[in-house]
């Protein structure tokens, strides 16, 4: 009995202290430089091509590279005929920018807030991209989303002949892309 008294004033004391240093100071709150849309650093997807039994690989590398004294995450991404590429992404000010070798330039690949309407041209001008949509549903073989993210992609030049003239590209939020739809037709979905 005789500990019973001092242990519950412990608490008691405890609480009112926690309580009042609560109350009296603000939250921080860190927040790491990532883009929920398009994550980077941790990518480990595969894409199936639709009426097909190809296949893309998309797999973040623990491995940095610099262009014009800037760092960025590699991406490799190996398909299933046994092509094989590396793609360059990095972070700054939560917006992603992908290096694009052809042009040997920099571009935007995924704003930090997209907003319907948003547009932006590559550096070299040979596409363009509008957020079309942000809340969007598609089913695809392997999932029914919601709530995804549509960018149209617009080549305005003939750069990439072996590409479609326009894409419109899925994305989810803190999944990254799930699907591509070219000619009106799903070309591509996220199945791991």
Known sequence: MILVKPMKKMIILFLLIFITASCGTK???METEQNSYYPINNENAK????NSDAFVY???LSKKVQ???KTYQVRH???SWGKEVETFYRMENGNVLYYDTKSDKENIMMPKKPVIGFKWINSDKSWEYEIIELEAELETPAKKYSNLLVIRATQLTNRDQTK???YLNYYKQNLGKVASIGNGKLMTYRVE
């Open 77 to 79: 991404i190996r398909y």
């Open 27 to 29: 939250k921080t709150v």
């Open 58 to 60: 998309h797999n973040d």
């Open 47 to 50: 894409f199936k091509y639709v």
């Open 164 to 166: 479609l003239a326009e």
């Open 67 to 69: 262009f014009n004294n």
